[in-house]
């Protein structure tokens, strides 16, 4: 049975029809169009699909779109502003943190998400938040180091 | 120069936005495809029912396709068909049986649920060591003692070297089951052309002309009638490169019900796709007093599962453990029996790596057990060992190009300073804290062409790559290759290549791959071959069209070409300030040809195509582990990388790529298992089962490159992809048996998970 559902994604609203059953991650792909997450295993561990609610990193697999109704979403189309990539996007990038990119949005929202909420995280805990996520390219080391760049930009 | 640069990748700006384009992300509203698929190992199907409303496919409808044999011409191969979905019995759990049809995912999962198999169960044989016993049942009729390939060489005089050695040194070596756990899962989707009467199928492959050939020999159609791209991939790491019995489902549906359709493997399914590693090695190697080895026994096991992958067999892992088994060392007596066994277990296909991981392990963990049995420095024995001149012919008559095997040893211990660890781990012994250094030193065969390919005798011959490159009228390049990279960031690195080719800037070349309607026949990108193949292609075709404009530019400044210098996008009198803009001479060839120079085609386009023999890269891992005695939890605390893969065209993408191997081979060393129950029922099927490592358990690995030159690659590259894999589980196994030596543990079995390192302590404590 479908029910209408206000989604707010990247400061957008998207009144969409969907079963209760769908989750915020097909929702987010299916409905509103933003293909940007990415579902690794749908069952809340690879991270891939973490987007920000009310500027919290969840993983949009393990939420249903009608838990998020009139929630502010943000998502990996959201982060650049316009030609202007965010400073994750672009520490990212210029320190080699992604290779196939297929859990790259998942790592920018996590690291922008943890980031903003407390912007002076030492290099234990950056690791610590890191963990939450898998990449299956990197072996880590540029994510970390792409995180860190833009810990200072962002401060 | 732009080779040699760390220029941060052209790739990167859309995966950075969001704006990437995977397969799901295409598949978006077409019709869904859900695989109904085994829960038994073995059994006989007895009968498919299904809920009225559905549409279901079963190996009855797709009676026209013939079963999928890929083929080896050797005496020694016994070829096993699979049908594309089951057929009468299912032979692995997680098979594809029927395969049901919706207008959405949610309702092709819901109505796959709902159909019902009503399969007999038969005892299935899944173990290694089970598969080989004389009662074990038989996975195929056809095929005794369930011996898919059991191939064998001796060398002459090898007995006697064997039996007249001072010392002989067993290692019985095993790797378990592994899955590549690509980030995004498989998948392809079909879109029906009904004007063209042709299929385009966007899939998640490493090698999109190869899939088309599959599929259109399976389907009887002409390769026109099918067009495959490959979009962005989401990690493929060689389980994309065989063929997905899914795949040609997909296209079949999409012709017969004229509409688009598409199939999206989950987690669950992915762990059932194709499988790794599964081998037991067992290794004597006869020394002679000096601690040189004379001579070593093989004894190769691989469990493949129940068929063969498409194209290149279940004997690419056997078959490349006999002939690269001795590795980097120097001897000339060799024995091996290498066997290829079929288990009801899931399909094996190369991952990265393949056999390499498990035969650097072995031969690795062979070294330093001879090094303790002699009182030899595990250091010591490797250098007494390695090959030192080049080119080399190793005892299987592969040559080894210029490398630098000793120096990357004698650089490690430099970097790790072994003699101060050595020191410690004796302060730490006596303070009950178990430190350990393991060292491993391999060759990595990469870039190999089509005379490496057809001693293996497949029905196909893989090897060259062939690039298309043409200035446009504007100046701006287009190559066009038949490699089809995956996060590799080929597109950054080819684009090195040609700007310094032509001096123009990296910016002013597109390269296009992944798609059989734009690129040239290749097969695309995998054992560690892109940049040398696909590389040199490039290089080749660039220097042609450099060729032809020095000729025009020549007419047109009225200087020698041997005068010419192509620099910042002019082509330049040497030593004068004379000079003509590169996109003057593009539009001159295509807009004045009533001004090219004589003979000289109008336009700029060239075709090369380059296939070489191959060529070896080089490492030596370090790993320094501790071990806790209690939980027999192994923590990695550095790691060390020595790499020499020739010339580094984008250090940056380089050490990515070093980078991620490790992590991998990390995995397979200590977490990564997929773990089957003896009725054949793969137990883990989700990433809280299967664990790859996250960052806590990947050490900051520190990398170090030297640079031999080597004439087996024109651009004096070699690959790399492979070998942080390759090289990384010896390491740590090593560093672990260094770590409990005083127990007298030795560790030779991957992964060492906690359960296993805790049992060998166990064992061990009770022994005292």
Redesign the interface.
Do not use: M
């Given at each position: 049975m479908k029910t209408p559902v206000k989604l707010r994604v990247n400061g957008q609203a998207h009144e969409i029809f969907v079963?209760p059953?769908?989750t915020l991650a097909d929702a987010l792909?299916?409905d509103c169009?933003?293909?940007?997450?990415?579902?690794?295993?749908?069952?809340g561990?690879?991270g891939?699909c973490t987007v920000l609610l009310d500027g919290d990193p969840v993983r949009a697999c393990l939420m249903f779109a009608i838990q998020c109704q009139d929630m502010e979403i943000r998502?990996?189309?959201g982060?650049?502003d316009g030609e202007e990539?965010h400073p994750m996007?672009r520490a990212?990038?210029?320190k080699?943190g992604?290779?196939?990119?297929?859990?790259?949005?998942g790592f920018?929202m996590l690291a922008v998400g943890a980031l903003e909420r407390k912007p002076d995280m030492d290099e234990e805990e950056l690791?610590?938040m890191?963990?939450?996520?898998?990449?299956?390219?990197?072996?880590?080391?540029?994510?970390?180091a792409a995180v860190r760049a833009a810990q200072a930009e962002m401060q | 120069m732009w080779v040699g640069r760390r220029l941060r990748r052209v790739e990167d700006p859309s995966l950075l936005r969001g704006e990437g384009r995977f397969v799901a992300d295409v598949a978006r509203g077409c019709g869904a495809i859900r695989f109904v698929r085994s829960p038994f190992a073995r059994g006989r199907i007895l009968s498919i029912e299904a809920p009225e409303e559905a549409t279901v496919i079963t190996a009855d409808d797709l009676a026209e396709i013939p079963p999928v044999k890929p083929m080896l011409h050797r005496d020694d191969f016994i070829p096993v068909e699979q049908p594309i979905l089951a057929k009468e019995q299912v032979t692995y759990a997680g098979q594809p049986i029927a395969a049901v049809i919706a207008p959405t995912f949610e309702e092709a999962e819901d109505l796959a649920e709902m159909v019902f198999v009503d399969i007999e169960p038969l005892d299935p044989v899944v173990d290694l060591d089970h598969a080989l016993d004389e009662t074990a049942p038989l996975v195929h009729p056809h095929v005794p003692a369930n011996t898919v390939i059991d191939a064998s060489l001796t060398t002459p005089g090898f007995d006697a070297a064997f039996h007249g050695a001072a010392y002989h040194v067993e290692i019985d070596v095993r790797s378990r089951r592994e899955n590549a756990t690509p980030l995004e899962a498989r998948g392809s989707h079909a879109a029906f052309d009904p004007r063209e009467n042709r299929v385009t199928l966007t899939a998640s492959t490493q090698g999109p002309h190869m899939l088309r050939t599959a599929l259109a020999d399976l389907l009887g159609i002409p390769e026109s009638e099918l067009r495959v791209i490959a979009p962005d991939v989401g990690g493929a790491f060689g389980q994309k490169y065989s063929l997905a019995m899914e795949d040609v489902v997909t296209v079949w549906a999409a012709r017969r019900f004229r509409r688009d359709v598409a199939w999206i493997e989950d987690r669950r399914e992915n762990f059932a796709s194709f499988h790794s590693r599964d081998q037991r090695y067992i290794v004597t190697g006869a020394f002679d007093e000096s601690g040189k080895l004379r001579a070593m026994r093989a004894d190769v096991r691989c469990n493949v599962g129940a068929y063969s992958c498409y194209p290149v067999t279940c004997g690419v892992e056997p078959l490349m453990a006999m002939a690269e088994l001795p590795g980097p060392y120097d001897f000339r007596n060799y024995a091996v029996r290498s066997r290829a066994v079929a288990s009801n277990a899931c399909p094996i296909a190369p991952y990265r790596g393949v056999s390499r991981p498990v035969i650097t392990l072995t031969l690795e963990r062979l070294m330093d057990k001879a090094a303790a049995r002699m009182g030899i420095d595990p250091v010591e024995i490797r250098r007494r060992n390695l090959v030192r001149e080049f080119p080399y012919t190793s005892v299987t008559g592969l040559v080894y190009d210029q490398g630098s095997y000793v120096e990357s040893l004698d650089r490690s211990v430099q970097l790790v300073d072994l003699e101060r660890f050595r020191a410690d781990q004796r302060a730490a012994w006596e303070q009950g804290r178990y430190i350990g250094i393991g060292f491993s030193t391999f060759s990595e065969r990469t870039g190999y062409g089509t005379s490496a390919f057809a001693a293996r005798k497949m029905d196909i011959t893989l090897g060259y790559e062939t690039i298309d490159l043409a200035m446009d009228p504007s100046g701006s390049v287009e190559v066009r290759v038949g490699a089809s990279p995956h996060g590799q960031g080929l597109r950054t690195s080819l684009s090195q290549l040609v700007a310094d080719e032509l001096g123009i800037d990296p910016k002013d070349v597109r390269i296009v791959h992944g798609d059989t309607d734009r690129t040239p026949y290749g097969w695309g990108t995998f054992a560690s071959r892109s940049m040398v193949v696909s590389g040199g292609a490039t290089k080749l075709g660039a220097t042609e069209l450099r060729r032809r404009l020095a000729d025009i530019a020549s007419e047109t400044l009225e200087a020698a070409v041997d005068d010419l210098q192509f620099h910042e996008g002019k082509v330049l009198v040497r030593g004068t300030d004379v000079g003509v803009p590169i996109r003057d001479l593009a539009r001159l060839a295509y807009h004045r040809s009533d001004k090219l120079p004589p003979g000289e085609e109008p336009g700029l386009r060239v075709k090369a195509t380059y296939d070489p023999a191959g060529t070896f890269s080089n490492a030596c891992h370090v790993a320094l582990v501790e071990v806790d005695l209690e939980t027999g939890a192994v923590a990695v605390q550095r790691f060390v990388v020595v790499e020499d893969a020739g010339v580094l065209v984008n250090p940056m993408i380089a050490d990515g790529q070093v980078h991620g191997g490790v992590a991998q081979g990390i995995a397979s060393a200590l977490y990564e298992e997929l773990v089957y129950d003896s009725d054949g029922n793969l137990l883990t099927t989700s990433l809280m089962d299967y664990l790859p490592p996250t960052i806590a358990e990947v050490p900051l690995i520190e990398i170090d490159h030297l640079v031999s030159e080597s004439d087996a690659t024109i651009t004096g590259a070699k690959g790399l992809g492979e070998g942080g894999t390759i090289g990384a589980p010896a390491a740590i196994l090593n560093a672990i048996t260094n770590a409990l030596s005083p127990l007298g543990i030795e560790v030779n079995e991957t992964p060492a998970t906690p359960e296993r390192i805790q049992k060998l302590i166990r064992q061990a404590q009770g022994a005292l």
């Open positions: 079963e059953r769908k792909r299916d169009g933003l293909t940007g997450t990415h579902l690794g295993c749908e069952h561990v690879c891939a998502t990996v189309e982060l650049a990539l996007q990212f990038w210029e080699h992604l290779q196939c990119g297929f859990c790259t949005p920018l690791k610590e890191l963990s939450s996520n898998l990449c299956r390219c990197t072996g880590y080391q540029n994510i970390l | -």
